[in-house]
């Protein structure tokens, strides 16, 4: 079975603080993606990469960077954490980059991280 | 990306079958259905997907209209395990600029 893991379960920061959200899936996996999930608003895409160092803006990017050195590994950056980033992170992976979000999305348990 | 509309809520008794419809009268010819669930505290997971023609795995089973504006994701038997919000998606084929749009999904409660 695949695996995606998150970081942390619960996070709690400070508002200016630098956050740093990591996630590992174990399948050799092309494409991965960071969510955040509000309620009333669904999962909306921040950034996902298909590729090792490449990297494409969802519809959310403004705050937030990304990092995929390794191919099992993508990072979420928080430059400076504000209140309305307040959220729930949530980490996914594909198989195949030329299949897209078409492909089964394998999700991570998420990360609830509440901006202070 | 087209728009699905599901109900809010639905309740079931445990080990009797759950029928959870998904309406998308926009459908494009190149849409995949999609179905997808979160249980509380966790991760959306993946549960069934088709294009045309009915599809059972381990999980449930998916009914796709013969026009295709309609769909329904079935659980045969309702444990409360499946006790979760249940998410009906569409994806375009190829569609490496779109993405997942979850909306509101179902809440699907069962009772023992």
């Known amino acids: 079975d695949v695996k995606v893991t998150q970081s942390s379960r619960y996070l709690v920061k400070r508002t200016g603080e630098k956050v740093f959200l990591e996630c590992v899936q174990d399948?050799?996996?092309?494409?991965m993606f960071w969510y955040r999930q509000d309620p009333g608003l669904g999962l909306r895409l921040i950034y996902f990469?298909?590729?090792?160092?490449?990297?494409e803006k969802g519809d959310i990017p403004e705050g937030y960077s990304v990092s995929r050195e390794k191919k099992e590994r993508f990072s979420l950056i928080l430059e400076s954490a504000s209140t309305n980033q307040t959220s729930m992170y949530l980490c996914?992976?594909?198989?195949?980059?030329?299949?897209?979000?078409?492909?089964?999305?394998?999700f991570g348990p998420g990360t609830r991280l509440t901006v202070l | 990306d087209a728009k699905t509309t599901q109900p809010n809520s639905m309740e079931s008794n445990e080990e009797e079958p759950v029928h959870l419809p998904c309406n998308h009268s926009?459908?494009?010819?190149?849409?995949?259905i999609h179905w997808y669930r979160q249980l509380p505290s966790q991760g959306p997971e993946y549960v069934i997907h088709?294009?045309?023609s009915n599809v059972n795995n381990r999980m449930a089973s998916l009914a796709i209209a013969e026009d295709r504006k309609s769909s329904t994701l079935i659980l045969h038997r309702a444990t409360l395990r499946d006790a979760a919000v249940y998410y009906c998606?569409?994806?375009?084929?190829?569609?490496?600029?779109?993405?997942?749009?979850f909306g509101k999904g179902t809440k699907l409660s069962v009772k023992p």
């Open positions: 926009t459908i494009s010819g190149t849409d995949y």
């Open positions: 990469s298909y590729d090792v160092k490449m990297k």
């Open positions: 399948m050799d996996h092309e494409n």
């Open positions: 996914a992976s594909t198989l195949l980059a030329e299949r897209g979000f078409t492909d089964t999305q394998y």
């Open positions: 088709g294009l045309t």
């Open positions: 998606i569409l994806i375009h084929y190829g569609g490496s600029q779109g993405n997942l749009i």
